[in-house]
């Protein structure tokens, strides 16, 4: 029997050795590439020299780097954060309703459908400061009007929130699935046990969802560290470096300054942050798992 | 006294009628089981109990107290559910304390009393595993501690052994009839298993969409059921049930019992004879069709020449003697038979 399995084993490595080729080939060979672009001073053109790890010791050096890393990563846990709590709590809320949500979902998923330059083109004109109707109703409750992406102190607060207002469907719809998929009996067996509904929330629903929870949160997590749309379309990067993140940095050096050697430096950086935050994450997830 | 009594109770999904006008009153420490098949209500009766489910119409008094406003919590009744429904992140001690937990209980009483139900039902080793490492018996024993630990008005059982191997279901099932006398406290159990049904309950009701067929103790509904229905739920293999001709003519005995030739018969298996002449009426002859030899006992599937199939049950020496294809006398005692109404299918004698 074991010689069987053995056998099996042995051949199943050989059936999808094929496609762990192409695998490797489409995800391995553009990483491979990217860093060895990287230690070069490539600028789309003739000039090509070997560099070595200069673009690296240059970017670690320079401090617009780190600015760009730190807005990537205030952008990135703000709005996760919110839009966790957010689309939790719009789930939680829309769960217990006992009326028929088809139309309650299908508004709140209608933002998740529009592209994110569309999204950034949207938000740009209402929070206009001038033409905008954001600060029109801000004026009509008695407040000044704001210059919203104009401004360093408001600009990164106004991305946030446009990517709270497109993305919290997306962990809107995700939880409230789960919760709909979550087995009846333990909750009615709380109940039956005089648990109330805070207590079944906390200590039977949240623990149960935890794990999904966690994969959300690095769903949303890596996709905010990625963003992209969302402030080419609206601030460019500016105020100054107000709202610079990693991947307008990257545009502008690559394309604006023809400097692809240090673009992809600053990519490959970028990914061993990304690397890093998610396996903290996973690493937490599975803990987790191992304590159910 | 923690008597539970049903006044005219109706169940509605919208249009859709459930239960109407059920009545029914278990007594105080009485093991009540609800037997049906799939889809009697029996579920949603015991559910209404919990308070799981919405009373629609009626009146439904627990400990003599209008129970159809209270909140699940507020009714002190006990559940164990047939996927055991244990809390998948907390551990054995926790699943166990809950209740008392919730309703803020202090401490040291909750000690004791996780280590009065863990002695009990001898969880003592597992207190600290989680529900996923456990095996189907000790997670429905931990459900059953859970269900314990509290003192409540009444236990409340929706098919809890449906998930248990054959052993273990009459093994735990042994460990609740033992558990509710010792308690003495009133018991709801929900089950579509008529052994089950038999063998742990004072009484049965015998339900189908959403009525009482029959209440009574195991022994009624077996000897004199009121109907076909309970006729042929209660019993394995089934009681024969012969519309009038379906017996060899000149045999016919309902001509004899029934008021009218419109009544049908019933003949359990046991007390249908197979080449027996002991004192009995002789009701032609059948072929053997199919012959289940259980060791202790024998099935034998008959047809006879109106093509009526029966079966009969008889002592294991039978097996030696009748063969399948075998063309065989029947006979039965007249004292044993069961006669219902056709039309109505109540019971005539």
């Excluded at chain 1, 051949?11 to 695998?23: D, G, K, R």
């Excluded at chain 1, 990914?271 to 937490?284: E, F, K, R």
């Excluded at chain 2, 006044?7 to 249009?15: P, Q």
């Excluded at chain 2, 460990?175 to 308690?183: A, C, D, G, V, Y």
Aim: hydrophobic share 45%; charged share 20%.
């Amino acid at each position: 029997m074991t010689y069987e399995i053995k056998s099996i084993g042995s051949s199943a490595f050989w059936f999808i050795l094929p496609c762990l080729f192409v695998l490797a080939l489409t995800s391995l060979y553009p990483i491979a590439f990217g860093f060895a672009v990287s230690l070069t001073n490539w600028n789309w053109g003739v000039q090509l020299d070997f560099v070595g790890l200069a673009n690296y010791v240059g970017l670690l050096g320079d401090s617009e780097f780190w600015t760009v890393i730190k807005n990537t990563v205030v952008f990135a846990a703000a709005a996760t954060s919110i839009e966790i709590a957010l689309g939790f709590y719009l789930a939680v809320q829309v769960d217990k309703l006992s009326i028929p949500t088809d139309l309650i979902r299908a508004v709140i998923m209608l933002p998740l459908m529009i592209s994110g330059i569309v999204v950034a083109l949207m938000s740009k004109v209402m929070f206009d400061p001038f033409l905008g109707v954001v600060n029109y109703l801000i004026g009509a409750f008695g407040f000044g009007p704001s210059a919203f992406y104009g401004a360093a102190l408001t600009a990164m607060p106004s991305i946030i929130a446009v990517d709270v207002w497109w993305q919290t469907s997306f962990v809107f719809i995700i939880m409230l699935a789960a919760l709909r998929g979550l087995p009846k009996d333990p909750i009615e067996a709380a109940l039956v046990e005089g648990a109330s509904n805070f207590t079944i929330f906390w200590r039977i629903k949240l623990p149960m969802l935890r794990s999904l929870l966690i994969t959300v949160v690095v769903i949303r997590a890596i996709d905010t560290l990625k963003v992209f749309d969302i402030v080419f379309g609206t601030t460019g990067g500016g105020p100054g470096l107000a709202t610079e993140v990693a991947q307008t940095f990257v545009y502008r050096t690559a394309y604006s300054y023809q400097q692809i050697g240090k673009a992809m430096a600053t990519m490959i950086l970028f990914s061993l942050l990304i690397l890093a935050i998610s396996l903290a994450l996973q690493g937490l997830r599975q803990r987790w798992e191992a304590d159910k | 006294m923690s008597e539970i009594r049903f006044r005219g109770v109706g169940k509605h999904y919208g249009d859709v009628e459930v239960i109407t006008g059920f009545d029914l009153r278990i007594h105080d420490g009485e093991f009540m089981v609800l037997v049906g098949p799939s889809g009697c209500a029996k579920s949603t009766t015991l559910r209404m109990i919990a308070g799981l489910e919405r009373i629609t119409s009626g009146e439904l008094l627990i400990a003599g107290k209008r129970a159809n406003e209270l909140l699940p919590a507020e009714r002190n009744i006990s559940m164990v559910f047939q996927s055991y429904a244990l809390f998948p992140n907390m551990s054995v001690r926790e699943n166990l304390s809950f209740g008392l937990r919730v309703r803020k209980t202090d401490s040291a009483t909750v000690a004791s009393e996780v280590d009065r139900v863990t002695g009990l039902l001898g969880l003592g080793d597992l207190l600290d595993r989680k529900p996923r490492q456990l095996s189907g018996g000790q997670a429905q024993r931990v459900a059953l501690g859970r269900a314990m630990i509290r003192k409540p008005n009444a236990f409340l059982f929706d098919e809890p052994l449906s998930n248990l191997d054959a052993e273990l279901r009459v093994q735990m099932r042994g460990e609740i009839i033992e558990m509710q006398r010792k308690l003495s406290t009133t018991t709801v159990y929900v089950t579509h298993d008529q052994v089950e049904a038999m063998t742990m309950g004072d009484r049965i009701a015998v339900m189908n969409k959403g009525c009482i067929m029959q209440l009574g103790s195991p022994t009624e509904l077996y000897r004199r059921p009121a109907n076909t229905f309970v006729a042929g739920f209660i019993g394995s293999p089934r009681m024969n049930l012969l519309e009038p001709g379906d017996l060899l003519g000149d045999c016919d005995p309902t001509v004899g019992i029934a008021h009218d030739r419109t009544g049908k018969l019933g003949i359990r298996p046991e007390h249908l004879l197979v080449e027996s002449d002991d004192g009995a009426v002789p009701i032609g002859d059948a072929r053997v069709t199919r012959i289940e030899d259980l060791g202790h006992e024998v099935l034998i599937h008959l047809r006879n020449a109106r093509g009526t199939s029966l079966t009969a049950r008889t002592g294991g020496r039978i097996a030696e003697t009748v063969q399948s294809g075998q063309t065989v006398s029947l006979a039965l005692r007249f004292d044993c038979l069961h006669s219902f109404e056709t039309a109505t299918g109540e019971r005539l004698t």
